[in-house]
């Protein structure tokens, strides 16, 4: 049997249209495919185990106590922590008693619970006459150290010796209404007849 002839013609015209957007595709790959930056590195165990150790330390606080020895670059230094401080002086005044103390030359208020007050006066203040009398004294005061700071003369004034109260009135009851009232009988005048 014999081999059937085929036919090697070329053909006439062969069109093969194929996808641009392929082509574009492969060569952005190639493109990128060779930019960038490629990091690599091999950690062993051990080697993790220590560096996991050391940053813990360090990020605690904790590495002055657990390293024994001294590591320039993982030195700790502590920063105190600046916390707000209240203000101590407040604007308030005293009554009580002015003394005046010879071995400290300063003036002292002694109030009614026994309290003394040191009193940073105006030099232009004269409470040598106030000595011994009751007194109000304004200004500002701070409570640790117990000075009150009168600014001006009108911040002081004398007393009377004995405090005076206030008069006040105190609620009475009300009456409670009664459900049958009773007549009360009340007496009867009788004229009586004159000489």
């Known amino acids: 049997m014999a081999a059937a002839p085929t036919n090697d013609e070329p053909p006439l015209v062969d069109v093969k249209v194929t996808n641009?957007?392929?082509?574009?595709?492969?060569?952005?790959?190639?493109?990128?495919?060779?930019?960038?930056?490629?990091?690599r590195f091999r950690v062993r165990?051990?080697?993790?185990?220590?560096?996991?150790?050391?940053?813990?330390?360090?990020?605690?606080?904790?590495?002055?106590?657990?390293?024994p020895f001294s590591i320039p670059f993982f030195k700790?230094?502590?920063?105190?922590?600046?916390?707000?401080?209240?203000?101590?002086w407040r604007e308030t005044a005293f009554t009580g008693t002015l003394q005046y103390s010879s071995?400290?030359?300063?003036y002292y208020l002694l109030t009614s619970s026994s309290e003394?007050?040191?009193l940073d006066v105006p030099n232009n203040v004269n409470l040598e006459g106030?000595?011994?009398?009751?007194i109000f004294a304004a200004g500002k005061y701070n409570k640790t150290t117990r000075i009150l700071i009168v600014a001006d003369a009108k911040d002081l004034e004398v007393l009377p010796k004995n405090p005076v109260p206030i008069p006040t009135t105190s609620p009475s009851p009300s009456p409670t209404p009664?459900?049958?009232p009773t007549p009360t009988p009340t007496p009867e005048?009788?004229?009586s007849p004159s000489p």
């Open 178 to 180: 009664t459900v049958n």
């Open 45 to 67: 165990p051990l080697t993790a185990i220590a560096i996991a150790l050391i940053i813990t330390t360090v990020a605690f606080g904790l590495g002055s106590f657990v390293l």
């Open 103 to 106: 071995q400290t030359v300063k």
């Open 130 to 134: 106030s000595v011994g009398r009751r």
């Open 76 to 88: 700790y230094n502590p920063k105190p922590i600046a916390l707000p401080t209240p203000d101590p």
């Open 20 to 39: 641009p957007l392929t082509y574009i595709k492969r060569w952005w790959a190639r493109i990128i495919g060779k930019e960038g930056i490629d990091f």
């Open 116 to 118: 003394a007050i040191t």
């Open 189 to 191: 005048e009788t004229a």
